[in-house]
């Protein structure tokens, strides 16, 4: 009911009023102090915003690999088994390994040590030792140790020359090369140079004479290289007698013998020794270390 004229006219401007501030909430989603949403736009913001949690967690996972890994790098030839398994689990414990080997294996090892990478190349193929040093492509190193090798357990006179040649590629040119192509990245680090040579590397005799040809030349290479290279690297030459290992398995079937593991050394004393070599201070060298059974034989 109206109390005159012009309180009735207000009435109907105001309601028209709030009819016409309800179309425009319809048309444009918007009440005063507040933003209604649209729906795609929301999802947008929901993708855009678990985009960038994605890349900040793989940051941050990265960081955590990176932060995980050891500072120093060892890369080790001859690392899926015997001696230099053993080397490989050793320095494990500080060194992120560079782990080689010639087959797969090393794939499968490198999945076994706390920080490690592969290196399968075989070293008879100077070509694909080159393609996997490019490959992996090592900046820095702090050791490297030539563990590789293979036995030539034959007298002189019937080794056959692909017999000389493949005991030769393992026991000395790849390591001549491998030492060439890794040299800079020692040096950045001052690092030590560790070759695993053998007691036939220091004498000679029936039934091995190929195997210690090899072994002569490897300890002259790394005479030359020590001279050549002191005071920017370290290099040790480590000459261990009879060791448990496939090699002298081989040796001893070879002559008839029965393999008893318990007459030879262990291939971890062999690895504690590269550790003394690797941690010595930084005012010496190692040159060369025999080590032999303790029972003498």
Known sequence: M??????????????????????????????????????????????????????????????????????KTAFITGATRGLGRAIAEELSKDHHIIVGGSSETAVEVAKELPSAEPFVADLTDLKKIQQEVARVGVESLDVIVHGAGVVAHKATTETSAPEWQKAFDVNFFAVAELTRLLLPALQKTGGTLVAINSGAGNHSGVGYGPYACTKHAL???????REEQRGKI???????????SDMQRQIQ??????????????????AQAVRLAVDLGDDSVIEELVIRPANGK
């Open 2 to 71: 109206c109390q005159g004229r012009g309180v009735c006219v207000r009435d109907r401007e105001v309601s028209e009023r709030s009819r016409n501030a309800a179309r425009r909430r319809t048309k444009t989603g918007r009440t005063e102090g507040m933003t209604t949403i649209n729906p795609n736009e929301a999802q947008a913001s929901i993708d855009h915003a678990s985009r960038n949690n994605a890349t900040e967690l793989s940051s941050t996972q990265s960081a955590t690999t990176a932060s995980s890994r050891p500072a």
């Open 219 to 225: 300890r002259a290479y790394t005479d030359a290289l």
């Open 234 to 244: 370290r290099v040790t030459s480590i000459h261990p007698g009879k060791a448990d």
């Open 253 to 270: 079937a070879a002559r008839g013998n029965e393999y008893d593991p318990s007459q030879f050394i262990k291939p971890e004393s062999i």
